[in-house]
């Protein structure tokens, strides 16, 4: 099976600093946390090191090592970081047939800096993975049978609809993992796309941000998911932008605009697939956590992995648990990316690990229809 992944690309800096040498700052009544540094002063770090990254190239690593036939759609600059990333791509048997280089930026780095909680405060700079056009865009590059849009960046944002189209001419199944600002800005676009996206994936902050669009069109509230001992986000729902939305509501509504199966990670709490039937959630698997960054990306193209190789939503979903699980086993964002035989094996060691609960739609639909 051939797959294609279009997006960002950097050269990721992760600087791993132990609790005692850094403070950490607490929100009492928000889900926020802030690393504070010293200003004038050196830190000292147990551990420095650097990695490739970017949504693109961990989710072409990840589809490699599960068996596809992967080529990645990035854009970089024309300097050394981009050569490590097109070293690192072919190392993993991953084509650059449609890597394109450009003199106007550099290539995208990151600096992480992980300590606590080791869910790691960013610095991006974007670079050349801004500058995505129409001509990058080859119609050939798009005649795979899985094309997966991760986010895109500031003006390559832009280019989501004419990718989108270029998927779907091709009669590619199509996964999209936007980032939020591609959603806060572009969220109109973003959701006119949606009727030829069938696998959307999305994290809680990113589904909050999706709320006043879709309140506007569908409405507020919803009905709620009952039950005793439930998941934090199905039971509390979506709260942005000043709007709240029950889970069950927000699922009916994202799947009504097009996609087959949407995706709602919420880090340690769990998972959420909505479906036509109703919705899944699994749990996270407990391991030691050296570093979420790549979770995301692993989760994703697991998942999309799997539904086009054929599984039930129930398996790629705990397939994409056991993935995800392996990552944040280490700092970065590829390492602990596994082959399928091994994704296997861990579901099967770990199913009493994994339940799934289940929710029917029953007689749920939106408050109004989604109108233009």
Request: aromatic fraction near 6%.
């Amino acid at each position: 099976m051939k797959s294609l992944t279009v997006g960002g690309a950097t050269i990721d800096t992760i600087a791993i600093i132990a609790s005692d040498r850094i403070e950490r700052m607490s929100m009492l009544n928000a889900d926020s946390s802030f690393l504070l540094l010293k200003e004038g002063s050196k830190t000292e770090a147990a551990e420095v090191s650097t990695h490739t990254g970017g949504g693109a190239v961990n989710s072409a690593v990840g589809m490699a090592r599960l068996g596809l036939d992967v080529s990645a759609l990035v854009k970089l600059g024309k300097d050394q970081r981009a050569e490590t990333v097109l070293a690192r791509l072919l190392s993993e048997g991953i084509s650059t047939r449609w890597a394109v280089r450009d003199g106007r930026a550099p290539t995208g780095a990151s600096v992480m800096v992980s300590s606590h909680d080791h869910n790691a405060a960013v610095f991006t700079f974007r670079g050349a993975n801004t500058l995505l056009e129409s001509p990058d865009l080859k119609p050939e590059a798009f005649a795979v049978d899985l094309v997966h849009v991760a986010s895109l960046s500031n003006e390559s944002a832009e280019r989501f609809p004419e990718i989108i189209e270029k998927a779907s001419a091709a009669g590619a199944m199509i996964t999209a993992n936007p980032g939020p600002r591609q959603l806060a800005s572009r969220g109109r676009a973003f959701e006119d796309c949606l009727g030829k996206i069938d696998i959307l994936s999305i994290n809680r902050s990113e589904a909050e941000v999706m709320l006043p669009s879709l309140i506007s069109r569908f409405g507020e509230g919803g009905p709620k998911i009952e039950g005793p001992d439930l998941p934090r986000l199905a039971g509390r729902g979506l709260t942005g932008g000043g709007f709240h939305m029950t889970l069950r509501a927000f699922m009916a509504a994202v799947g009504s605009l097009g996609p087959d199966y949407v995706l709602v990670t919420d880090g340690l709490d769990g998972a959420y697939v909505g479906t036509s039937e109703g919705i899944l959630f699994g749990p996270a698997l407990k391991v030691h956590v050296a570093g979420t960054a790549g979770a995301g990306d692993a989760f994703t193209s697991t998942f999309a992995t799997f539904i086009a190789l054929g599984s039930k939503p129930e398996h790629a979903l705990h397939a994409a648990t056991v993935n995800a699980a392996s990552v944040v086993s280490y700092v970065d964002t590829q390492t602990g990316l596994l082959p399928r035989t091994e994704v296997e094996k861990r579901v099967a060691a770990h199913a009493s690990e994994l339940p799934v609960q289940r929710w029917e739609f029953a007689a749920l639909k939106p408050r109004r229809s989604a109108t233009r």
